[in-house]
């Protein structure tokens, strides 16, 4: 699934390719139809098909922004700002190119679902095989309450003192570490990969009470997950399974982690154990993990 550092690498691919340019018109896949007719939100939500389709007509990309796991396309028409805010689910990816046989891979040229056709000729085109991905056109933010709750950017000024007032609030405070980290009210943009990574560079047990962290560890286990993402933003992302940049490539973090997906610890040798923590597999060492 991409996380943050992933969907960073979408929005530095997209944004010098598209901004400034308009959306003539689009088409979608005969499964969205389908799916949504029979009165499923497939990709597309909270507009039918065919509003989605004549809102979106016109709209010209002004900016291309990343929030938390979000991609955000700040867009005008008339004079009135819009934002459709797309997340890639499992598998989404978007495309820029002139046909959609420039898509080199044929699960992803085969699962393409929304195609925008730009006015000065180019396709923009979402691919996403198992189709979890979403995409809300907006007026602004307010329009849909979950964004206005996410945590601040990780890099940003604000964050590690978010995160310390909610991890030491009655809410969070009786909860396992990697729970807490993981939810996008506390930190924005840490999923499964980095939370394990950071919390084994750290020592720190997935299912240690975050009341039983001293406040000195909570800041150097928020400095560390910040400095995951940047390296992981660095390599590029780590391509598990179905995460692919704009132009295709992969990225290497994959080669960099030291725990996430480990049999073996990394640093002693031991073989790692698995537990379910907030309905993820959460994999750690017993041996370096207290
Ligand atoms: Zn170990």
Same mark, same amino acid.
Request: glycine share 8%; proline share 4%; charged share 25%.
């Given at each position: 699934m991409p996380e943050l550092p992933e969907v960073e690498g979408v929005?530095? !691919?997209?944004?010098?390719?598209m901004e400034g340019r308009t959306i003539k018109q689009l088409s979608v896949s005969d499964t969205v139809v389908t799916s949504k007719s029979a009165g499923k939100e497939t990709i597309i939500k909270g507009k039918t098909v065919e509003d989605f389709l004549h809102d979106m007509e016109q709209m010209q990309i002004q900016r291309i922004v990343r929030? *938390?796991? @979000?991609?955000?396309?700040? %867009?005008?028409?008339?004079?009135?700002?819009?934002?459709?805010? *797309?997340?890639?689910?499992?598998?989404? $990816?978007w495309f820029v190119v002139e046909s959609p046989d420039e898509i080199t891979e044929e699960k992803f040229r085969k699962h393409a679902h929304i195609f925008l056709e730009m006015e000065d000729?180019?396709? %923009?085109? @979402?691919? !996403?095989?198992? #189709?979890?991905? /979403?995409?809300?056109? %907006?007026? *602004?933010?307010? !329009?849909?309450?979950?964004? %206005? /709750?996410? $945590?601040?950017?990780?890099? *940003? /000024?604000? $964050?590690l003192e978010h995160f310390l007032t909610l991890a030491e609030s009655a809410k969070y405070k009786g909860k396992p570490i990697k729970e807490v980290i993981m939810d996008g009210k506390v930190i924005s943009g840490c999923g499964n990969i980095y939370a394990t990574e950071a919390l084994f560079h750290m020592s720190i047990h997935p299912g240690r009470k975050t009341e039983r962290i001293s406040r000195k560890r909570k800041i150097q286990l928020f400095e560390e997950i910040v400095r995951v993402l940047q390296e992981s933003i660095d390599a590029g992302g780590s391509t598990i399974s179905d995460y692919r940049s704009v132009n295709g490539n992969a990225g290497t973090m994959q080669n960099r982690l030291h725990m996430y997906g480990k049999k073996v610890c990394t640093a002693c040798?031991?073989?790692? #154990?698995?537990?379910?923590? $907030?309905?993820?597999?959460s994999v750690y060492c017993p041996a370096c993990q207290k």
């Amino acid at each position: 699934m991409p996380e943050l550092p992933e969907v960073e690498g979408v929005v530095r !691919d997209l944004a010098p390719l598209m901004e400034g340019r308009t959306i003539k018109q689009l088409s979608v896949s005969d499964t969205v139809v389908t799916s949504k007719s029979a009165g499923k939100e497939t990709i597309i939500k909270g507009k039918t098909v065919e509003d989605f389709l004549h809102d979106m007509e016109q709209m010209q990309i002004q900016r291309i922004v990343r929030r *938390s796991k @979000y991609i955000y396309f700040h %867009l005008q028409k008339h004079n009135q700002p819009h934002l459709l805010v *797309s997340h890639l689910g499992m598998t989404g $990816a978007w495309f820029v190119v002139e046909s959609p046989d420039e898509i080199t891979e044929e699960k992803f040229r085969k699962h393409a679902h929304i195609f925008l056709e730009m006015e000065d000729g180019g396709l %923009l085109i @979402y691919s !996403d095989i198992r #189709r979890f991905g /979403e995409m809300r056109l %907006l007026q *602004s933010e307010e !329009d849909f309450p979950p964004l %206005l /709750e996410m $945590a601040p950017e990780p890099f *940003s /000024e604000v $964050a590690l003192e978010h995160f310390l007032t909610l991890a030491e609030s009655a809410k969070y405070k009786g909860k396992p570490i990697k729970e807490v980290i993981m939810d996008g009210k506390v930190i924005s943009g840490c999923g499964n990969i980095y939370a394990t990574e950071a919390l084994f560079h750290m020592s720190i047990h997935p299912g240690r009470k975050t009341e039983r962290i001293s406040r000195k560890r909570k800041i150097q286990l928020f400095e560390e997950i910040v400095r995951v993402l940047q390296e992981s933003i660095d390599a590029g992302g780590s391509t598990i399974s179905d995460y692919r940049s704009v132009n295709g490539n992969a990225g290497t973090m994959q080669n960099r982690l030291h725990m996430y997906g480990k049999k073996v610890c990394t640093a002693c040798g031991k073989p790692t #154990r698995s537990i379910q923590i $907030a309905g993820r597999s959460s994999v750690y060492c017993p041996a370096c993990q207290k």
